[in-house]
Nanobody, 119 residues
Framework: QVQLVESGGGLVQAGGSLRLSCAASIRTLTWFTMGWFRQAPGKEREFVAS????????AYADSVKGRFTISRDSAKNTVYLQMNSLKPEDTGAYYC????????????WGQGTQVTVSS
């Protein structure tokens, strides 16, 4: 089991930036893929971005391509989500997640951090 702790959420005006962090309590994430998901009020949780730890292969939802960047720091076992050009529709609770590369679904989740973008 991987424990995940997010930080970095907050209130920002449209067009602004935020960086989310997710620290993982595991010795190595070599065989894991880390992801960011978000959930707006009244909506289902949706995929935002992911990064495969071993080779840094990334994937993004179409709605955030070109604005968000996922990255990792192996020394700190931390994954980041740099969010630029934020829009009000980016508002929601953002969750960090981890899954083994041998599994199809994410089964380790953080507690979430709130991002609010004002217009």
């Amino acid at each position: 089991q991987v424990q995940l702790v997010e930080s970095g959420g907050g209130l920002v005006q449209a067009g602004g930036s935020l960086r989310l962090s997710c620290a993982a309590s595991i010795r190595t994430l070599t065989w894991f893929t880390m992801g960011w998901f978000r959930q707006a009020p009244g909506k289902e949780r949706e995929f935002v971005a992911s990064i495969r730890w071993s080779d840094s292969i990334t994937a993004y939802a179409d709605s955030v391509k070109g604005r968000f960047t996922i990255s990792r720091d192996s020394a700190k076992n931390t994954v980041y989500l740099q969010m630029n050009s934020l829009k009000p529709e980016d508002t929601g609770a953002y969750y960090c997640a981890a899954r083994s590369n041998f599994k199809d679904s994410y089964d380790n989740w953080g507690q979430g951090t709130q991002v609010t973008v004002s217009s």
